[in-house]
Nanobody
Framework: QVDLVESGGGLVQAGDSLRLSCAASGGTFSAYATGWFRQAPGKERAFVAA????????NYADFVKGRFTITRDDAKNTMYLQMNSLKPEDTALYYC????????????????????WGHGTQVTVSS
């Protein structure tokens, strides 16, 4: 079992950047595929980005391609989401998620595929 804690959210203006972090504890982080999701008020949780357990395969939602970058540092048990050129529509609660995946190099893009979740960090982008 792994525990996940997000940080790095905040209130920024359109065009600004933020870097979210997801710190993992309690498990062998390198055995987990991980991802970021977000949920805006009144909307369902949506996939943002995912990275496989070795960090060499990534996948992005179309609405963040070219603006967001997902990375991970297994030595620090941490995953990151660099968010550039933020837009008001990026306002949401951002969650990190993990799936125990020791035998494959897959990325996972559906929230139903993930077993562990953080509590979220709020990102608010003003226009």
């Amino acid at each position: 079992q792994v525990d996940l804690v997000e940080s790095g959210g905040g209130l920024v203006q359109a065009g600004d950047s933020l870097r979210l972090s997801c710190a993992a504890s309690g498990g062998t982080f390198s055995a987990y595929a991980t991802g970021w999701f977000r949920q805006a008020p009144g909307k369902e949780r949506a996939f943002v980005a995912a990275i496989n357990r070795r960090g060499h395969i990534t996948n992005y939602a179309d609405f963040v391609k070219g603006r967001f970058t997902i990375t991970r540092d297994d030595a620090k048990n941490t995953m990151y989401l660099q968010m550039n050129s933020l837009k008001p529509e990026d306002t949401a609660l951002y969650y990190c998620a993990a799936r125990y995946e020791p035998l494959t190099m897959r990325v996972r893009t559906s929230d139903s595929e993930y077993d562990y979740w953080g509590h979220g960090t709020q990102v608010t982008v003003s226009s």
